[in-house]
């Protein structure tokens, strides 16, 4: 498969952008225009501040502070030249004022909701938010989040004032190639507390109970009872530990099961690295997108997994049967708290890794002339 082209967009095709993490809080809110106040209230840090400080000696100088678009980079350009008709991330981050943290967790993410603008930068359409850092700040601060990405004309998927909120998709219309619905999950396996499941009279995060069958089969239920002809729906899941190229069997099971059911694309997160990439009945699942922003500069420890590569994936779809058509990977680094093109010994190691990870699931990747990654499915 090739990158997606001009050509896909004349023909009806739908071209997604997707990317795991977006950590705009902590380190990099402090790097923008209205930092939240730096005290933290971590184990080591306490000052928000330190990390912006780490990334520097690791680095070099960040401008502070630095304007909205400074942190997307390199990454403006690319989304320029594909120009995909949709902007999907997962926001692992809280947007709030609010200094109630969440003593049951070690670290927590606040973006200061002025920041909010950093997304409007880069044109994102949907924020998944059925992660482990959305309810950093409680539910005063999940409340103001969704509020403030809602005035910025952000549509938000997972989360919710309700049970019945927070598994509402987030719909957008594409003309001429039919609708987009996201639809966010959260499983415990990430980190997340089971407290911050969202109830009927509660607010919270549609949390999957496991991932089982029957569980999977409660899910596509709902999908089918909303998706249309010529509706793309993506399912957004936070799951899985950290680090480690390992799938879990029941992973794969799951993931699979929701294509079966409906689901056009599987969109995993929560691993600070990518992991493999599966084509299943010409439908895409991604079990781990990796960290596209964050502020982890400058600190030791899993260098193996070389967390600074990121990944912006461009899926093109046939819009009529969900189909993958063809998937642009564009290979990025985390330098400076901002994307930046990866050099190319960068990108021949993600290409690499990523080919090795991904050959047990019958997914060839190459490496195009302009310096992209692309697939092809054995």
Same mark, same amino acid.
């Given at each position: 498969?090739?990158?997606?082209?001009?050509?896909?967009?004349?023909?009806? #095709?739908?071209?997604?952008?997707?990317?795991?993490?977006? $950590? *705009?809080?902590?380190?990099?809110?402090?790097? &923008?225009?209205?930092?939240?106040?730096?005290?933290?209230?971590?184990?080591?840090?306490?000052?928000?501040?330190?990390?912006?400080?780490?990334?520097? !000696? !690791?680095?070099?100088?960040?401008?502070?502070?630095?304007?909205?678009?400074?942190?997307?980079?390199?990454?403006?350009? =690319?989304?320029?030249?594909?120009?995909?008709?949709?902007?999907?991330?997962?926001?692992?981050?809280? @947007?709030?004022?609010?200094?109630?943290?969440?003593?049951?967790?070690?670290?927590?993410?606040? $973006?200061?909701?002025?920041?909010?603008?950093?997304?409007?930068?880069?044109? @994102?359409?949907?924020?998944?938010?059925?992660?482990?850092?959305? &309810?950093?700040? +409680?539910?005063?601060?999940?409340?103001?989040?969704?509020?403030?990405?809602?005035?910025?004309?952000?549509? *938000?998927?997972?989360?919710?004032?309700?049970?019945?909120?927070?598994?509402?998709?987030?719909?957008? =219309? %594409?003309?001429?190639?039919?609708?987009? $619905?996201?639809?966010?999950?959260?499983?415990?396996?990430? +980190? @997340?507390?089971?407290?911050?499941?969202?109830?009927?009279?509660?607010?919270?995060?549609? %949390?999957?109970?496991?991932?089982?069958?029957?569980?999977? *089969?409660?899910?596509?239920?709902?999908?089918? =009872?909303?998706?249309?002809?010529?509706?793309?729906?993506? /399912?957004?899941?936070?799951?899985?530990?950290?680090?480690?190229?390992?799938?879990?069997?029941? #992973?794969?099971?799951?993931?699979?099961?929701?294509?079966?059911?409906?689901?056009?694309?599987?969109? +995993?997160?929560?691993?600070?690295?990518?992991?493999?990439?599966?084509?299943?009945?010409?439908?895409?699942?991604?079990?781990?997108?990796?960290?596209?922003?964050?502020?982890?500069?400058?600190?030791?420890?899993?260098?193996?997994?070389?967390?600074?590569?990121?990944?912006?994936?461009?899926?093109?779809? #046939?819009?009529?049967?969900?189909?993958? *058509?063809?998937?642009?990977?564009?290979?990025?680094?985390?330098?400076?708290?901002? !994307?930046?093109?990866?050099?190319?010994?960068?990108?021949?190691?993600?290409?690499?890794? &990523?080919?090795? @990870?991904?050959? /047990?699931? +019958?997914?060839?990747?190459?490496?195009?002339?302009?310096?992209?990654?692309?697939?092809?499915?054995?």
């Amino acid at each position: 498969m090739a990158g997606s082209t001009s050509s896909d967009r004349k023909t009806g #095709q739908l071209t997604l952008f997707l990317c795991g993490d977006v $950590m *705009t809080g902590r380190g990099i809110d402090q790097a &923008l225009p209205h930092p939240s106040h730096p005290r933290i209230h971590e184990p080591s840090v306490k000052d928000a501040g330190q990390y912006v400080r780490l990334a520097e !000696a !690791a680095n070099g100088p960040v401008p502070r502070p630095v304007d909205f678009p400074y942190i997307w980079g390199a990454a403006l350009d =690319e989304l320029g030249h594909v120009a995909p008709d949709v902007r999907v991330v997962n926001l692992e981050t809280s @947007i709030t004022r609010n200094d109630g943290y969440c003593p049951e967790k070690e670290i927590h993410y606040r $973006m200061h909701p002025d920041n909010v603008r950093c997304l409007i930068a880069a044109g @994102i359409d949907v924020c998944a938010l059925a992660n482990n850092h959305v &309810l950093d700040f +409680g539910h005063p601060g999940l409340r103001e989040t969704i509020a403030t990405l809602s005035q910025a004309r952000l549509r *938000t998927a997972g989360a919710g004032e309700t049970l019945a909120e927070a598994r509402s998709p987030a719909v957008v =219309e %594409v003309s001429g190639k039919g609708r987009l $619905m996201v639809f966010g999950f959260g499983d415990e396996s990430s +980190g @997340i507390p089971p407290s911050w499941a969202a109830t009927t009279d509660r607010p919270g995060i549609d %949390v999957l109970p496991d991932l089982s069958d029957a569980t999977a *089969t409660g899910v596509v239920r709902r999908v089918r =009872e909303v998706k249309r002809a010529q509706d793309v729906v993506v /399912a957004s899941i936070h799951w899985g530990s950290n680090w480690g190229y390992h799938v879990p069997p029941e #992973q794969q099971r799951f993931a699979r099961r929701f294509i079966e059911g409906g689901v056009d694309i599987v969109h +995993g997160h929560s691993s600070h690295h990518v992991r493999p990439i599966e084509i299943y009945r010409g439908k895409l699942i991604l079990y781990g997108c990796g960290d596209f922003l964050n502020d982890y500069e400058g600190i030791a420890g899993y260098e193996e997994f070389r967390d600074d590569l990121t990944l912006m994936y461009f899926a093109t779809l #046939q819009p009529e049967t969900g189909r993958l *058509t063809s998937l642009r990977m564009t290979p990025m680094q985390i330098r400076n708290l901002r !994307a930046n093109r990866a050099t190319p010994p960068d990108v021949e190691w993600l290409g690499s890794t &990523l080919a090795r @990870i991904s050959r /047990a699931f +019958g997914t060839h990747v190459v490496t195009t002339a302009d310096g992209a990654l692309a697939i092809r499915s054995e």
